[in-house]
T-cell receptor
Framework: QKEVEQNSGPLSVPEGAIASLNCTYSDRGSQSFFWYRQYSGKSPELIMFIYSNGDKEDGRFTAQLNKASQYVSLLIRDSQPSDSATYLCAVNWGTGNQFYFGTGTSLTVIP | DTGVSQNPRHKITKRGQNVTFRCDPISEHNRLYWYRQTLGQGPEFLTYFQNEAQLEKSRLLSDRFSAERPKGSFSTLEIQRTEQGDSAMYLC????????????FGPGTRLTVL
């Protein structure tokens, strides 16, 4: 049983702070990890992906992967009210395979 | 550059009716996925195509659901004899067969079964 776990939140941070979102997964064979942002009533939009241990930075976003601990996180620096959304973690067990999604973490950035 | 498109965006139907949704992937993408999402949940995989071949189908998928991608371009998802439990957002995603295989989502079709 492949599972992806996220804390559903809600997570609230003040504007300008760092938001930290966490995700754990069950299968050590997992290969690729994706973070999507989803605004209410909208479809998921890709933030970034990571498949190597360590950190990957893209603008205000940093993804961190630790395959030994089966853990992937997303840090959002200088959080903005427009970052308020649900953040979905997705795991791919191989190319061409389906993504397994967590239930998402709701983030609210307070002005 | 056009992204993934889906039609219709909203569908309201009565229980027992058949509905069909269409997905047009990003033009150079050869992989196409259908997901279903209900409130408070992440997207749940339904089925996947590589070109015109349907390679995987969720075991949770009722036989009332069928999907096609006849020419390896657009895809249709049909639900027969709809039930109230089918009410959800139906999402289509496409990807290019490369090392990341990143899936890009369309805007979704919201189905309401009365």
């Amino acid at each position: 049983q492949k599972e992806v776990e996220q804390n559903s939140g809600p997570l609230s941070v003040p504007e300008g702070a760092i938001a930290s979102l966490n995700c754990t997964y069950s299968d050590r064979g997992s290969q690729s990890f994706f973070w999507y942002r989803q605004y209410s009533g909208k479809s998921p939009e890709l933030i970034m992906f990571i498949y190597s241990n360590g950190d990957k930075e893209d603008g205000r976003f940093t993804a961190q992967l630790n395959k030994a601990s089966q853990y992937v996180s997303l840090l959002i620096r200088d959080s903005q009210p427009s970052d308020s959304a649900t953040y979905l973690c997705a795991v791919n067990w191989g190319t061409g395979n389906q993504f397994y999604f967590g239930t998402g973490t709701s983030l609210t950035v307070i002005p | 550059d056009t992204g993934v498109s889906q039609n219709p965006r909203h569908k309201i139907t009565k229980r027992g009716q058949n509905v069909t949704f269409r997905c047009d992937p990003i033009s150079e993408h050869n992989r196409l996925y259908w997901y279903r999402q209900t409130l408070g949940q992440g997207p749940e995989f339904l089925t996947y195509f590589q070109n015109e071949a349907q390679l995987e189908k969720s075991r949770l998928l009722s036989d009332r659901f069928s999907a096609e991608r006849p020419k390896g371009s657009f895809s249709t998802l049909e639900i027969q004899r709809t039930e109230q439990g089918d009410s959800a957002m139906y999402l289509c995603a496409s990807s290019l067969m490369d090392s990341s295989d990143t899936q890009y989502f369309g805007p979704g079709t919201r189905l309401t079964v009365l």
